[in-house]
C-alpha cells in the first residue's frame, strides 16, 4: 500500500472497500504474467462483490497462468475526493497498481444507471474518456453485462462489447489480445480481429445513418463485420466454471452467502422481461454437482448462508432433491437456505417450510399486474386461484406478512387494472384473517409498484413509456382506493424508469448526453444521494435531444432498432408475434408445454431444447 | 466462560478491516479451518467470540487478544498455522494458549507513534515533551456519551511513559504506554491534544502501532 493510500483511507468511510487483501483474493507475481486486466464494477464494492457473474469472470480470467484480474470498484464520493485531491489514480484492489499502464479495462454493465459511473472510472484511472481520444498505448476496454443487449448508448467510450455469457467468450478475446500484445499489432488490427470472435461487438466498425424523423436509417458494418452479433452462452453448465472459492470480503456487502445458481435461462417467456428472453434458452444444472458444489463453497468461505440464485427457481425440476441434498449438510451446521423467485403457483409449502424454520417473516409474490386479463397480457400465467392457494398455505404455516409487486404503465393497462391491483391486495387481507393464526389485525401486506420500463429484445420493445404524469396519477387512483391500515403501499420513483427507458432503447447519439451529465457531475446514479434528473434533462437539451423521443414514443413496426446491431438468438418476428398475443390478452404456453419457436433452439444441440 | 485466547496481529491491509467485521472475519475463519468453537447460549447461539480493547481503524498491532473456547478434538497448539493458512492477508495468529489472568489486568498499551514531519523536529519532540511531563494537563475531548457533548481528559495521568526515539529531519518515532482501560487513552486523541496545542508543528501523517501489552507492573500480560 502506498504511503499516499495509507494517508487518505483513514479519512473515508469504510475504508476495507478500498484495500483489497481478502482471503481468496488472487494476488500473482507481476513478472510471471504478461497481460493484465482490471476488472470494474461501476458500482460500489458492496454492490459489485454482491455479483456472481463478476466472481465467475473472476475466476475464470485467473485460471489463466498468464493473465492477472484485478478488481476495481468505483469508489464512493469522499473517496473519490481524496483520491483525486491527492492525484492518486484509480488502481486495482489486489495490486494497487494504477489501471491506467493495465492492458485491458473490463466493466460488468447490468444497470443504465451506472453508465455516468464508467466515463468516471475511466476518467479517475487517467484514461481518456472517449475511444476516440484513445490510442493503442492506452488500455483496451471492453464491456458486458445484460445492458450491452443495447451498446449503442456507451459506443462512444467502449471498444469492444462482449455479448451474452463470457465464460468462454472472455478467454478467446484475452488470447488474441496477449496474441496482439506480443506481436505488437495496431489497435486498428487488434479491432478488426476481435470483431471476428462471436460474441464481440466493435462499435468503430460500425456506420449509423438517421432518417429525418430521428429514427435510424441504417447500420452499415465495415468490410468483413457481420451484424448482428449474435450473443454466446455456455452450453454446458455442468462442465462450465464455478467458483467454489471465492473472495470473501472482510466487510459486510449485499449479498455475504454462497450463491448457487441451479439454472440459466427461464421457461416462462414473461412479455415485459429482458432477462427471460436474453437468457434463453433453459439449461439446468445437475442436481448432485449442485449439491457438491454449495457444500464446497460452504466450507471454503465459512459461509453461513448460502441462496439458489437463478430466474425462476422453482421451475428448476429437482428443487426438492437439490433442496434436500443442500439440508442434509445445513440444517446441522446452522446454515440458513434461502430461496428466491420462487412462484405462486406451483408453491410447495413443506419446502418453505423445511427451509424457514423459525424465521417466518415475510414471503414475496410478484403477480406483476391487478387483474387477470392483464396478467394474461404480459404473460404472467398466475392466477388470483394460485394467489389464494400459496398465501392460504404461508398463512396457515405461520406467515404474517405479504409483499406484493407490480408494474404500473404495462402496455394495455386501464383504470380498471391499477384498481385491480387495490382489489387483489385487499383480499390478500381477507384470507388473512381467514387463514392466519391471528385472527384479527396479524397480517400485514405491502403493495410495491414499479414504473414499466420497455426493454430492448422483448415483446414490449415497441411500446412507449407512460409518462411521468400518467405513472403518478395511476400511483395516485391506487393510493386513494388502497388506504387499509393493513396495507402498506410503496412507489417506486419514475425519475429513474424514465432514464433507463430512454437509455435503454437509446442509439449512439446518447453518447453526447451520458458525456455532458457526467462533466457536469453526474454519477451513481442509481443512488438518490447522487441522481439529480434536472441534470440529465439539462445534459439532453444541451445536446439537443429529446429524451421523450426515446422513452415515450411508440416505434413503427418496420423500425431499425438501434440495439439490433446485436442477436439474443430470440427473433424480431417472434416477438413481433408475443405483442399482438399480448394485445389480444392471449397467453404463450411456457417452454415446457410447448415449443413457440422462438429461434433460441439454435443454441440447442440438435435444434431442440431441452426446458 | 471460555478460558482460550488467540495472540494476533493486524498489519499492513487488514489495519482497515473494523472491529465487528473482524469478529465476522474470525468466526467464519474458524469455520473455514473446520475448528468447531463454543457458541452463545440462547434463543439465537452465535459463536462465542470476544475480541479485547477495540483496535482503531487503521492502526496496526502486534499484540491483539481473542477470547473464544475451543471444543474437544483441535489441540491448541495446532490452532495458529490452521488458522494462518484461512485468514486474510495482514492478520496473524502467533499463538493459542489457556487464558489464566482476567481481562481487567491488562493495564496499558505500549504504542509506536510514527510522526512524519519535515520541519523542527527536535522542536516538535522538546515541546511534546514538555506537555507529556507535566502533572497535569487537562484537554476537552469530544464525547457521545457525556451530557455536554465532551469530556475533560487529563493526559499526563493515562501516559505511563514516552520516549522519543529514531530522530530524524523527516520525523520522529515516540513510544508511549498509555493507560488501557477505566479509563483508557487513544493515542491518536493524545496527539491531537498535542497538535492542537502547538500549531507551529504540525505532523503530516501519523501511524499508530500496538507493540505489547502490559498489566499494572509493567509485565506482559497474556
Ligand atoms: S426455441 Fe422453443 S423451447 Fe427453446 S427457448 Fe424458444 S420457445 Fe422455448
Redesign the interface.
Known amino acids: 500500500m502506498t504511503k499516499e493510500l495509507e494517508k487518505i483511507l483513514p479519512l473515508v468511510q469504510k475504508p476495507a472497500r478500498y484495500t483489497g487483501g481478502e482471503y481468496r483474493a488472487v494476488v500473482k507475481d507481476k513478472s510471471q504474467v504478461d497481460f493484465r486486466v482490471a476488472f470494474c464494477f461501476p458500482d460500489s464494492y458492496e454492490i459489485g462483490m454482491s455479483n456472481l457473474g463478476m466472481r465467475i469472470l473472476y475466476g475464470v480470467m485467473n485460471g489463466l497462468p498468464e493473465v492477472w484480474c484485478e478488481r476495481v470498484f468505483a469508489p464512493w464520493g469522499d473517496m473519490e475526493e481524496q483520491m483525486r485531491a491527492h492525484h492518486i489514480p484509480l488502481y486495482g484492489l489486489e495490486s494497487g497498481d494504477p489501471i491506467g499502464t493495465f492492458d485491458l479495462i473490463a466493466f460488468s454493465v447490468g444497470y443504465e444507471m451506472a453508465y455516468s459511473n464508467i466515463l468516471n472510472m475511466l476518467d479517475l484511472a487517467g484514461v481518456p474518456v472517449r475511444r476516440a481520444d484513445r490510442n493503442g498505448s492506452h488500455p483496451l476496454v471492453i464491456a458486458g453485462g445484460t445492458c450491452c443487449y443495447n451498446p449503442e448508448p456507451l459506443s462512444d467510450f467502449v471498444d469492444v462489447f462482449s455479448l451474452g455469457e463470457g465464460e468462454d467468450v472472455t478467454v478467446e478475446m484475452l488470447q488474441v489480445c496477449r496474441r496482439a500484445k506480443a506481436e505488437g499489432w495496431s489497435r486498428e488490427e487488434l479491432l478488426r480481429v476481435l470483431a471476428k470472435v462471436p460474441g464481440l461487438y466493435v462499435p468503430s466498425l460500425v456506420d449509423v445513418t438517421y432518417n429525418a424523423d430521428g429514427t435510424i436509417r441504417a447500420m452499415t458494418p465495415a468490410d468483413g463485420v457481420t451484424l448482428p452479433v449474435l450473443k454466446r452462452i455456455v452450453s454446458d453448465l455442468n462442465t462450465s466454471y464455478y467458483p467454489t472459492q471465492t473472495i470473501v470480503p472482510s466487510t459486510e456487502i449485499v449479498h455475504d452467502r454462497v450463491m448457487l445458481e441451479v439454472f440459466r435461462g427461464c421457461i416462462r417467456g414473461c412479455r415485459f422481461c429482458q432477462a427471460g428472453y436474453a437468457y434463453r434458452p433453459v439449461r439446468a444444472k445437475d442436481p448432485e454437482l449442485l449439491v457438491q458444489q454449495g457444500i464446497a463453497a460452504c466450507k471454503d468461505s465459512g459461509y453461513q448462508e448460502m441462496t439458489l440464485s437463478s430466474l425462476s427457481t422453482s421451475d428448476y425440476r429437482p428443487l426438492e432433491a437439490l433442496c434436500d441434498g443442500l439440508l442434509d449438510y445445513c440444517a446441522p451446521r446452522d446454515i440458513s437456505l434461502s430461496l428466491p423467485s420462487l412462484r405462486a403457483d406451483n408453491f410447495s409449502m413443506g419446502l418453505m417450510q423445511r427451509l424457514q424454520a423459525g424465521r417466518k417473516s415475510g414471503l414475496t409474490f410478484a403477480p406483476e399486474a391487478g387483474t387477470q386479463r392483464l396478467r394474461d397480457a404480459i404473460n404472467k400465467n398466475v392466477t388470483e386461484e394460485d394467489l389464494k392457494q400459496s398465501c392460504r398455505t404461508a398463512f396457515s404455516g405461520g406467515w404474517s406478512s405479504v409483499k406484493l409487486y407490480f408494474m404500473l404503465g404495462l402496455p394495455t393497462e386501464t383504470d380498471e387494472d391499477v384498481l385491480g391491483i387495490a382489489d387483489l391486495a385487499k383480499k390478500v387481507l381477507a384470507w388473512g384473517r381467514e387463514y392466519g393464526p391471528h385472527q384479527r389485525g396479524g397480517v400485514r401486506v405491502t403493495v410495491s409498484t414499479a414504473c414499466f420500463v420497455p426493454k430492448p429484445h422483448t415483446a414490449f420493445q415497441w411500446e412507449a413509456q407512460v409518462d411521468m404524469d400518467e405513472y403518478m396519477r395511476r400511483v395516485t387512483l391506487l393510493r386513494e382506493n388502497m388506504r387499509e391500515r393493513n396495507i402498506t403501499y410503496n412507489w417506486h420513483d419514475p425519475d429513474t424508469s424514465f432514464l433507463e427507458a430512454v437509455f435503454s432503447r437509446g442509439d449512439r447519439r446518447l453518447g453526447a448526453v451520458i458525456w455532458e451529465a457526467w462533466k457536469n457531475g453526474a454519477k451513481f446514479d442509481a443512488w438518490s444521494e447522487y441522481f439529480d434528473l434536472q441534470r440529465w434533462l439539462d445534459a439532453f437539451a444541451a445536446c439537443g435531444l429529446d429524451p421523450h423521443f426515446y422513452a415515450n414514443r411508440e416505434r413503427g413496426r418496420e423500425e431499425i432498432f438501434p440495439w439490433e446491431v446485436t442477436s439474443t438468438g430470440v427473433s424480431r418476428a417472434f416477438l413481433a408475434r408475443e405483442r399482438e398475443q399480448a394485445y389480444r390478452a392471449v397467453i404463450t404456453p411456457d417452454c415446457r408445454k410447448q415449443c413457440s419457436g422462438c429461434g433460441a433452439n439454435q443454441f440447442c444441440p440438435g435444434g431442440v431444447c431441452d426446458a | 466462560m471460555p478460558k482460550d485466547r488467540l495472540l494476533f496481529a493486524k498489519e499492513?491491509?487488514?489495519c482497515?478491516?473494523?472491529h465487528l467485521?473482524?469478529m465476522?472475519?474470525f468466526?467464519?475463519?474458524?469455520?473455514?479451518a473446520?475448528i468447531p468453537i463454543k457458541h452463545t447460549e440462547g434463543f439465537h447461539?452465535h459463536p462465542f467470540i470476544s475480541i479485547a480493547l477495540p483496535l482503531s481503524?487503521?492502526f496496526s498491532s502486534a499484540c491483539e487478544i481473542l477470547e473464544f473456547g475451543l471444543l474437544a478434538g483441535t489441540p491448541r497448539r495446532e490452532v495458529p498455522a490452521r488458522l494462518n493458512a484461512?485468514?486474510?492477508?495482514?492478520v496473524r495468529v502467533l499463538e493459542c494458549y489457556e487464558g489464566t489472568r482476567p481481562m481487567r489486568e491488562l493495564q496499558a498499551i505500549r504504542f509506536q507513534i510514527q510522526v512524519d514531519f519535515a520541519g523542527d523536529v527536535p522542536g516538535l519532540c522538546q515541546a511534546w515533551g514538555e506537555l507529556l511531563g507535566r502533572e497535569s494537563w487537562i484537554v476537552e475531548k469530544p464525547s457521545k456519551k457525556a451530557k455536554s457533548g465532551s469530556v475533560n481528559v487529563d493526559i499526563p495521568t493515562l501516559v505511563k511513559e514516552y520516549s522519543f526515539t529514531d530522530l530524524t529531519e523527516n520525523g520522529v518515532t515516540l513510544l508511549a504506554t498509555l493507560s488501557a482501560q477505566n479509563p483508557g487513552l487513544n493515542p491518536s486523541v493524545m496527539v491531537k491534544a498535542l497538535t492542537d496545542a502547538c500549531p507551529q508543528f504540525p505532523p503530516e501523517?501519523v501511524?499508530y502501532r500496538r507493540l505489547e501489552i502490559v498489566d499494572g507492573d509493567g509485565n506482559i500480560f497474556r
Open positions: 499492513g491491509r487488514a482497515y478491516i473494523s467485521d473482524l465476522r472475519t468466526q467464519r475463519a474458524f469455520l473455514r473446520d447461539p481503524l487503521g484461512v485468514l486474510p492477508e495482514g501523517f501511524r
